[in-house]
């Protein structure tokens, strides 16, 4: 007789974490905000950077710390520069 193990359900729990995130996306007026990923949003451009080790960590340790995205650290970074430049 063969013994079978019983598969783990990868998403068990789920239903209550987008459930709640589901509600707390609601804005005033009762309606779900619409998110666009950056990856389909037309607004953004993917792009590869080339970071030195000692670099990128600093960037993910310092991202992780303060949970802002890495990319949204670099495009605020950026801006300033340039306004810097274009003053």
């Known amino acids: 007789m063969k013994f ?4 783990k359900n990868r ?3 789920f239903e209550n974490f987008v459930q709640a995130e589901s509600t707390s996306s609601e804005s005033a ?3 779900p905000e619409a ?3 950056k990856s389909k949003d037309p607004n953004f451009k993917k792009t590869t950077l080339y970071l030195s080790k000692a670099t990128h960590l ?3 340790t310092h991202t ?3 949970e802002q995205d890495m990319s949204e650290l670099v495009e605020e970074l950026l801006v300033d520069y340039f306004k810097r430049l274009d003053s």
């Open 4 to 7: 079978m193990a019983k598969e």
């Open 11 to 13: 998403f068990a729990g």
């Open 29 to 31: 007026q009762g309606k």
């Open 35 to 37: 998110a666009i990923a």
């Open 58 to 60: 600093k960037l993910r």
């Open 64 to 66: 992780l710390s303060t």
